[in-house]
């Protein structure tokens, strides 16, 4: 078993970015273990994607023809199975996104393969393949490893690892698709309705307020300080309470969960267990509060010690 | 209220016997807060039976040490009774630790590491301070010294002298800094960002209030400052820099004369906050009434300094939050508030609905509505009659449920229905509210939220734990302030 | 019908907390339990069919892995109306990893037989994503993950569920029944457990099962049944907020610098 078996995905025809990061982590990985880096995707015409994986670092494309384009739990599956049948890799790495969520727990289950996900640091030493993901809520770390495993599968954190830009020359081969009879049926794709409704748990970027900005009439200038960032304005349950903001912008257990946020910036909100519960999710939580041991700087990546108004104002010179 | 409603003996032993039981669940429950909640009431032998509740586990003491609800009694006892570092980090980063607590963990001699958290601990005695304001070495405690605002004026000044640039920034932000400690930084440094911090300070010297800045953010500093000359702010609010003119423009020292051509300046964003100027004259309110930009209108329209003919006309804008706005105008006039009770928009409704002085008509109207912000708003409304009332409180949508226990008029027969509420959250507001009795509170005490039962122990604790012992010094403050604030309770 | 709700207790931690002896987990005395929190909407969603049209035989089930403790979020889910609860446990599975759990709950799935099988997308701890898919894998049926809206009429031969897919795309899947499905916070709006539910639910039984009563071999069970084992667990030099130092202008910059790239400008 050897060699390092990149997975692509793509949606809509195009490869994802998430694509180019796993090969850098794999071409990385070459370098420090010699292993071959092979490039695999499936599609319906997957040849079409293989000009732009023709990376530095990368010896093989693979490609895997089938039935539909859009993303199929088990085509996916039964063609990654394919795939390390036939070329017998140590390490395969998938991107840590919605549809390899759909497909890898079920491939590793059943063939028996070490596994471990949203991994953001890969080594090897003297026990094998190690990952590095995080644990309770982001706080800690955790140091896996695979014992009696020939082949790992992990899924890499988009955003982990840094893209190969150059250009290679990469062999290509197909690999002959595996017969699935699909037991679900890709209809097609939604866009979110760009209506102005305002959409907590569909916003990806929510700048929220709390009791820190004492009354009513200083609700309006978060309101522009959010409009102006093009972020989507919440607030914590008492502003709402106070009919000070809709109970549609209300994050938290009585309210809205923040479910797709990606960025979201608390201001004047101390981080009751309440509002938390509706956005501790969140991938980025920047928390701008006046006390420094404010719950919410807990579960913060970014904290910024200070006064709302200040800030705000200051932010909005910038946006 | 009174801590002993009456004092006749069989009163006096029913209240014994509540407070015995209080005890006896306390020690028993599987969580240690209801003991937390009893024990600054408790006599000495009480507090040494709730102890190995309280702080036999160190899971438990784990969990009070970051309590920032629990009184400062508990953490002052616990802090004798810590027994290791992360217990004491704890406490140390706890805002409800008193001084006694804090003071046990200094001389504990864990010093070192405990420094920074103890610098910026706002309960953290001046001695304290003061000795760490002459001795620390490491840059994190010097910066949480510079950032308490407990720190006196002298060791801010003492730490000054030590010509850190990291320490510079957060003295010119502290508000205890004084004039001469601000002075002092002034000469000691040429950075732009300390600089215009200085120039924003409260204490900042009148001299450097006199000469223009340079840079635009110092001049935006400068023409924020109440002391700024009115001749410099005038000056300030026709600046080249757009920042810099909204910012005179807001200051209430700039003469209103000055500001006059921010009303038609190009930028949007100064507009708006000449808009916003409580001393708008009515000429000037004119000016901005028709803006172009709506949220010159909508700011306009909820400041107080707008006339109310120019609100008859905002009231029919076609964005809906400048009438909105005018729905929350201090001064809006009943037929202004009737009109916009049946606006097209609900969240025009619901600004209606959240004042006071509404005509009763206009309330039954909005009673009518499907929506919830305008459903909360009337539930919430203290004009709202008890039968509406009564309906709203068994309403799908907790929010609506919520604003009828948040309505301070609402008779205890409803509030005894919202006790049952399945949101834990509501049972706990309703045990604060004033229109519940303690019998109905009494029955509250076997609540399946811990939230909830340490309300409910809390409030027995500060009326029985007085009737079964003499009155302990801090049930004083109890008077005045017969609930804990409400969002620490929820941190639970 | 029946509809197996599978769930986990989570864990999580206050600030300043200390590793365990072995350098593997967090010191147990700093973990606080709680109820995944994607697990209030799988059963609320199982709740809603079965409250729904057409739902009057429907059958609740939930199970869980866990040490008694476990118990705990099980009652919670009787008390919102939860037909039956189930633990399974043995103490071979304290060393499980999302696999190992998928395994048990894999054969107890078998026994149970359920027309579906609802699971949160992941759990707030760990955050795998993988034991409800691991699971779909192991019985062979058909799935979906991350699903942010269902239509299924009881007793239907397929299902429709809406994807949510990066950046607020949704991709729309007509799937066949029985399935499993792994499930997204906001898919509806969970409900409180009344007073008298909660009291009910205390004195309600919760069955016991443990691997070998479900006839699991024994190299399926727990460390033998994982595909990961922790090596060491430690807390990154990150762990708290990194903090944004300087005046109210300079935070603010950064700030800004921050949404820029967000927005993907800088």
Redesign the interface.
Known sequence: MSGILVVGEHRKGELRPVTGELIGAAVALKAATGEPVRVAVIGEAPERYAEALKLEGVDEILTVQAVVDAFDPEIYEASVRALIAAREPSLVLLPHTIDTLGYAAPLVAGDGHGFATDVFGIARDADGWVATRAGYGQKVNVEVDFPGRETVVLTVRPGAYKPVENAGAPSVAAIAAPTVTPRSQHLGFEEPAGSDDVDIPGSEFILSIGRGVGEEDNVEQFKELADAAGATLGCSRPIADSGWLPKARQVGQSGKTAASCKLYIAMGISGSVQHMAGMKHVDTIVAVNTDPEASIFTIARYGVVGDIFEIGQELRNHL | MTRSPSSSPRSVAASQRHWLELLRRARASDEPFSAAALYPHASEQQRRCLEPRLFGARRDRLLLASAAFVAPAVLERLACLVDDATQRTRIARNPAAPAEALTRLWCDGARTSLAPLLARHPNTPRAILAELGEAAADLDTLCALCENTGSSSDVLATVEQRRIPVLQRLLAVNLATDGATLMALWRATDEEAVRAQILLHDHCPDTLLQTLPASPLERRCLARHARTPAALLARLAGDADVAVRRAATANPATPIAAVVASCFDTDEAVRRTVAARRDLSVTLAACLADDVDDWVRRVLARNPACPTYLLERASADPVLEVRRSVARHPACPASLLDRLSRDAATWVQAAVAYRDDLPLVVLRRLARSTDVDVLAGVGRNPMTSTSRLARLAVHECADVRRAVILNRQTPRAILRVLRQDPYPLHRALAVDHPNLTDADRWRMREDPDVQVRYRVFHHFAWRLGAAADPVPADAMQHEHHPHPAQEKMETI | MKILVTIKQV?????????REDGRD?DP??LLHDLN?WDNYSLEEAMRLKEGPGGDGIEVVVATVGPDSTDEELRKCLAKGADRAIRVWSDELEEC???GV??VLAALARKEAPDLIFAG?QA???????????????LGL?????V?ALEYEPGGKTAMV???????????????CP?VL?L???INTP?????R???QAAQRPIELLDPASLGMPSDEIGAAGS??????????EK???????????????R??Q??KE??GEA
């Open positions: 864990s999580s931690l206050d600030e300043d907390f200390e590793i967090v005395d700093f929190e990893d999302a696999i998928s395994r997308v707030s701890d760990h955050a795998f994503g993988a034991t409800g898919m691991a699971m779909a894998g192991l058909p799935h979906a993950a991350v942010a809406r994807r949510e897919l990066e950046g607020g795309t949704y991709a729309s899947v007509r799937i066949d399935a792994t997204q916070l906001g409900r409180y457990a009344s007073l539910g909660i009291k595909l990961s084992r922790v090596r060491r667990m430690y807390v990154p762990g708290r907020a990194q903090m944004i130092a300087g005046t109210p202008a300079e935070q603010a910059a700030l800004a921050i949404i967000f927005r």
